[in-house]
């Protein structure tokens, strides 16, 4: 490939603006980046719950935690809290940071698991400080570390961010709709984009950030597409904001149906709500008025539908064409990780393009860092599904019975015989939260590890005893949440 001098950014939104912003702070010397979308073209712009990781990104760029709190009207998120996932009336949270205390001989879980049998041990969500504040509705910086968060933010308010940010920095914006690709008819490499204005725009290397379209990955390059609906069987989402009734609660809530699941997303200004269900077992009608007799607060907009396929690319590079976000591929935002993928995709990108140029070894492997973290996330969002126990409609029916990809298997089967899950290589979730879903949904461990029998029943007691008390300690210090927005990045009501 030749050296790379123009990048050519085809789509706005999140990915755009994110992948902008990154490659111009690092490439804002060498590259001309460029960045073409259209105002008549909308985006999906619901991607609203992040995970600890979107930290690093910011911090990558430099930015300003308040100040991005303010534009982007964010709270703070703890965690997930998952209802109706193991059965119905059950509820349980996938908090970020470690529940209890781990040691060099085993993770809490087996200190617990002990525990809990020997009539020593409370709920095993009530060791996490995570959990604790989240339900208390209580947050600060604590400096000594003790709290893992992300955020809940406007997307479309982080995009407009993100722009000026990048902007700043050279990126130039056409307005425009794409309405041809040209390619090279010897190598088959995208050579220009043509505007519908007339207008062609040539690039040495080309990121398409078209959202499910896929633009350039898919309709130019007829990369090809892997299909994972058979796991994941959701195929649409409703969408729709509302006013806000009482202060933002620090966590999202993910809230199971008959055939798929609700999402409830606290922002300052507003609240973000969507249904994501399976067309098979609900229509679109039906879905509206689930979601619409679910939520709370007067609605800022109608509700929309959101139809999508899961799986990804073949290849998320192909030939000088990276495809990023939604063109890449879809895993639905069960575990807010749409824009941790964006992050990691530019991240990876920023990685392979020290020198301005790329060879096929690099695509080979971007390509096989990229499919590795795609199916470890999907494997992570399909055990929701799998290891429930509801059996009240046919889509649990279905999601319980189905057969799913080995390397889940074997985790699911590991964990219930022996406690334990073990990360491979640079997998995004860790054996924490892998083992939260599954004792939260309901599976039960039939060991423990063997070593925790070191510890004598009045040292257990102890343990748990001195959990409790150092988090209750630091609990007390830490003001309301609705406090720390208004003090920290309180941000201008519309």
């Not at 794409?178 to 062609?200: D, F, M, R, W, Y």
């Not at 990369?223 to 989402?237: F, I, K, Q």
């Not at 009608?285 to 679910?294: K, P, S, T, V």
């Not at 941790?340 to 096989?368: K, W």
Request: proline share 3%; net charge negative.
């Amino acid at each position: 490939m030749k050296k790379i001098e123009t990048l050519i950014i085809l789509g706005g939104g999140s990915a755009g603006w994110m992948a902008a912003a990154a490659l111009s702070n690092a490439f804002s010397q060498t590259l001309r980046i460029r960045l073409i979308e259209s105002d008549q073209i909308s985006t999906v712009g619901v991607g609203e719950a992040t995970i600890p990781a979107i930290k690093s990104f910011n911090t990558l760029l430099g930015i300003d935690e308040r100040e991005f709190m303010r534009a982007t009207q964010a709270t703070i998120k703890l965690g997930i809290q998952f209802e109706n996932w193991g059965d119905q009336g059950e509820a349980y949270m996938h908090p970020f940071g470690l529940v209890g205390k781990d040691s060099w001989m085993a993770n809490f879980q087996h200190f617990w698991l002990k525990a809990q049998r020997e009539g020593l041990a409370k709920d095993y969500w009530d060791y996490s400080l995570n959990i604790r504040a989240a339900k208390a509705g209580r947050f600060m910086l604590d400096p000594q570390g003790g709290l893992g968060y992300a955020y809940h933010f406007d997307a479309g308010r982080y995009a407009n961010f993100l722009r000026q940010y990048s902007e700043q920095r050279g990126v130039v914006r056409t307005q425009g709709e794409v309405e041809q690709v040209s390619l090279n008819p010897e190598t088959g490499h995208i050579e220009a984009l043509i505007l519908a204005s007339g207008e062609k725009i040539p690039g040495d290397f080309f990121i398409d950030c078209s959202g499910f379209r896929a633009l350039l990955i898919e309709q130019a390059l007829h990369t090809g597409y892997e299909d994972w609906s058979h796991w994941l069987p959701c195929d649409r989402a409703l969408a729709v904001q509302t006013e806000s009734v009482g202060a933002p609660h620090p966590y999202t809530r993910s809230m199971a149906h008959s055939a798929g699941w609700q999402w409830r997303i606290p922002l300052q200004h507003r609240v973000g709500n969507g249904l994501v269900y399976c067309s098979r077992y609900l229509d679109d009608d039906q879905a509206r008025e689930r979601l619409l007799a679910n939520i709370q607060g007067d609605l800022r907009s109608e509700p929309r539908v959101i139809r999508f396929r899961t799986g990804r690319a073949c290849q998320q590079w192909n030939k000088n064409c990276v495809a990023i976000g939604l063109a890449s591929g879809f895993l639905e935002p069960l575990e807010s990780t749409s824009l941790h993928l964006i992050q990691t995709g530019i991240v990876r990108l920023i990685h392979m393009l020290p020198y301005g140029t790329a060879n096929q070894v690099q695509i080979d492997e971007y390509n096989r860092q990229s499919q590795f973290e795609y199916e470890s996330i999907r494997d992570f969002i399909i055990l929701h599904y799998k290891v429930t126990r509801r059996a009240d409609s046919p889509f649990w029916n279905y999601c319980r019975q189905m057969s799913v990809p080995q390397t889940l298997a074997n985790k699911i089967a590991l964990y219930e015989e022996s406690t334990s899950v073990f990360r491979e290589h640079d997998e995004l979730f860790l054996e924490g939260s892998w083992q939260q879903v599954m004792l939260g949904q309901g599976i039960r461990p039939k060991h423990y590890h063997p070593v925790v029998d070191k510890l004598s029943r009045d040292e257990l007691a102890r343990l748990k005893r001195s959990i409790e008390s150092e988090q209750s300690k630091r609990l007390e210090q830490y003001p309301s949440h609705q406090a720390f927005l208004a003090e920290y990045c309180a941000a201008l009501m519309e």
